[in-house]
């Protein structure tokens, strides 16, 4: 992503959130794992108002413009007006509350009207909607001797712009993006005549804006899911792993296979991958590519070490993860299926309970371990679980992080660390950032984990120091790389 705009920009990073500024795509979900769809309502505490701009000048709602807004279209003979609806924007509200939701909408307001002079013209009326809304309706002056706006003017004005503000609001809001930022942006252009109300023909205006923002939209995903086709056929993501540990000793487990898309694109991060998959209807296609990538790139990996893949539940339907195929296409990479662990998240084995039945009978049968992943990601299916008796129980990253300061995860922890050694399961704890997360983790009994502290994911196989290699008073577990 770009790492080259202006860096005044504010971004707001989640609370211990190291991603935000780094621009990595999210560890831990990958290959398969479609978690990203499916957030956890996590309440993240709002971190300080003092970095967060507030607008620098109230919008106001273009009901209580009328005058300007008739005067504009009076004098001009026509009137023109851009469309930017940030709607999906809701979903930060959901997932993070209000507070956080304000200032992401802040952040807009101060882009769209910082964008005046730049992409639009310094006296274009900025309005909204509606008060406290997330639709803006952006007035577009001009000087009597120009001539009009043409559409094609228009419509190169809303490509600028729809590329202007996404860019930016997506890098300056990362953190709280679990899904792609998708703004519509629209644009029309109505004609003056005296003998129609003008109200009327603002309306008019208005409507026109928005639907063509509908049909913007449309062509954007149209275009996403060329892109993600074209990344299918040419094989085009990456592999890279993360290494799980044994907690006490270092000792390595295995490693996750976590995918990313082209290296530098909008689709680097798998969020975005699997977000536009699930919309063009290819989750099936780009998880059964990310499998095999996975499964391919390991070629260097030790025997004593295992291989954690990331997949769907109805890969037991695909015929080349089935029988002999399989079994040569995982010899062909010297792999065995008992140092394969299949990770499959908790929501989607609970969610298609009986196909996750009969595949943790075939793939059990075959050799194959299986982890539920991202447990406690805001679904419970804890009795369920039991039944399937998995081998591992992986903890969200969601739920690891500020653990030490949090009694409702460490209790969650608790029950679900209770309930693997009930089944014959170990917890492996995902996303482990900080140190204290880390002690608190080990204080609990946690056998395994993953994440930054230890190692980000890397196209190799990182080996972390064991603990008997390390100096005494040095702090647990930090490896830089
Ligand atoms: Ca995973």
């Given at each position: 992503m770009?790492?080259?705009?202006?860096?005044s920009?504010?971004?707001?990073?989640?609370?211990?959130?190291?991603?935000?500024t780094?621009?990595?795509?999210?560890e831990?979900?990958?290959?398969?794992?479609?978690?990203?769809?499916?957030?956890?309502?996590?309440?993240?505490?709002?971190?300080s108002?003092?970095?967060?701009?507030?607008?620098s000048?109230?919008?106001?709602?273009y009901?209580?413009?009328?005058?300007?807004?008739?005067?504009?279209?009076?004098?001009?003979?026509?009137?023109?007006?851009?469309?930017?609806?940030?709607?999906?924007?809701?979903?930060?509200?959901?997932?993070?509350?209000a507070?956080?939701?304000?200032q992401?909408r802040?952040?807009?307001?101060n882009?769209i009207l910082?964008?005046?002079?730049?992409?639009?013209?310094?006296?274009?009326?900025?309005?909204?909607?509606?008060?406290?809304?997330?639709?803006f309706?952006?007035?577009?002056?001009?000087k009597?001797?120009?001539?009009p706006?043409?559409?094609?003017?228009?419509?190169?004005?809303a490509?600028?712009?729809?590329?202007?503000?996404?860019?930016r609001?997506?890098?300056?809001?990362?953190?709280?993006l679990?899904?792609?930022?998708?703004?519509g942006?629209?644009?029309?252009?109505?004609?003056?005549?005296p003998?129609?109300?003008?109200?009327r023909?603002?309306?008019?205006l208005?409507e026109?804006?928005r639907?063509m923002?509908?049909?913007?939209?449309?062509?954007?995903?149209?275009?996403?899911?060329?892109v993600?086709?074209?990344?299918?056929?040419k094989?085009?993501?990456?592999t890279v792993?993360?290494?799980?540990?044994?907690?006490?000793?270092?000792?390595?487990?295995?490693?996750?296979?976590?995918t990313?898309?082209?290296?530098?694109t909008e689709?680097?991060?798998p969020?975005?991958?699997?977000?536009?998959?699930?919309?063009?209807?290819l989750?099936?296609?780009l998880?059964r590519?990310?499998?095999?990538?996975?499964?391919?790139?390991?070629?260097?990996?030790?025997p004593h070490h295992?291989?954690?893949?990331?997949?769907?539940p109805?890969?037991i339907r695909d015929?080349?993860?089935?029988?002999?195929?399989?079994?040569?296409?995982?010899?062909?990479?010297?792999?065995?299926?008992?140092?394969?662990?299949?990770?499959?998240?908790e929501?989607?084995?609970?969610?298609?309970?009986d196909?996750f039945?009969?595949?943790m009978?075939?793939?059990?049968?075959?050799?194959?371990?299986?982890?539920?992943d991202d447990?406690?990601?805001?679904?419970?299916?804890?009795?369920?679980?039991v039944?399937l008796?998995?081998r591992?129980?992986?903890f969200?990253?969601?739920?690891?992080?500020?653990?030490?300061?949090?009694?409702?995860?460490?209790?969650?922890?608790?029950?679900?660390?209770?309930?693997?050694?009930?089944?014959?399961?170990?917890?492996?704890?995902?996303?482990?950032?900080?140190?204290?997360e880390?002690?608190?983790?080990?204080?609990?009994?946690?056998?395994?984990?993953?994440?930054?502290?230890?190692?980000?994911?890397?196209p190799?196989?990182?080996?972390?120091?064991?603990?008997?290699?390390?100096i005494?008073?040095e702090?647990p577990?930090?490896?830089?790389?």
């Open positions: 770009e790492k080259a705009l202006n860096e920009e504010t971004t707001i990073p989640a609370q211990g959130d190291t991603r935000a780094e621009q990595v795509p999210t831990d979900i990958g290959g398969g794992a479609i978690s990203a769809l499916f957030d956890g309502s996590e309440v993240i505490t709002p971190p108002t003092s970095s967060v701009p507030t607008p000048g109230q919008v106001p709602c009901r209580d413009e009328g005058e300007t807004i008739h005067g504009m279209l009076a004098v001009n003979r026509s009137l023109a007006v851009l469309f930017v609806d940030a709607s999906t924007l809701a979903d930060i509200e959901h997932d993070y509350g507070a956080i939701y304000e992401v802040a952040i807009l307001t882009l910082d964008m005046r002079g730049v992409e639009t013209r310094r006296d274009d009326l900025v309005t909204v909607s509606e008060d406290h809304g997330d639709t309706l952006i007035f577009l002056s001009k009597r001797e120009e001539r706006f043409g559409h094609g003017d228009l419509e190169t004005m490509d600028r712009i729809h590329e202007y503000l996404t860019r609001l997506t890098r300056m809001t990362s953190s709280y679990r899904r792609r930022l998708k703004l942006i629209g644009y029309s252009l109505v004609l003056y005549n003998l129609i109300n003008s109200d023909l603002v309306l008019q208005i026109e804006a639907r923002a509908e049909i913007q939209d449309y062509r954007l995903s149209v275009k996403s899911k060329e993600l086709q074209e990344i299918i056929l094989e085009d993501v990456r792993f993360q290494p799980i540990l044994d907690l006490r000793s270092r000792k390595t487990l295995g490693y996750e296979g976590l990313r898309g082209p290296q530098g689709v680097e991060s969020y975005m991958l699997f977000d536009i998959a699930t919309e063009a209807e989750v099936f296609e998880d590519l990310c499998r095999r990538n996975a499964i391919i790139s390991a070629a260097e990996l030790k295992k291989l954690f893949v990331n997949l769907l109805t890969t015929p080349e993860f089935q029988g002999e195929q399989m079994l040569s296409f995982l010899k062909e990479n010297n792999l065995a299926p008992s140092r394969i662990v299949l990770e499959i998240t929501r989607l084995a609970i969610e298609n309970y196909l039945l009969e595949a009978k075939t793939f059990t049968d075959l050799g194959f371990e299986v982890a539920i447990m406690g990601a805001g679904y419970s299916g804890l009795e369920k679980i039944h008796k998995p591992y129980l992986k969200d990253l969601m739920m690891v992080r500020d653990i030490d300061t949090s009694f409702v995860k460490r209790e969650m922890l608790k029950a679900i660390h209770s309930l693997a050694q009930n089944v014959g399961a170990d917890v492996i704890a995902e996303g482990i950032e900080r140190v204290e880390l002690e608190t983790l080990v204080e609990l009994g946690i056998p395994y984990g993953q994440g930054f502290l230890f190692a980000r994911p890397k190799r196989f990182i080996e972390v120091p064991a603990v008997e290699h390390r005494v008073n702090v577990g930090l490896i830089v790389d």
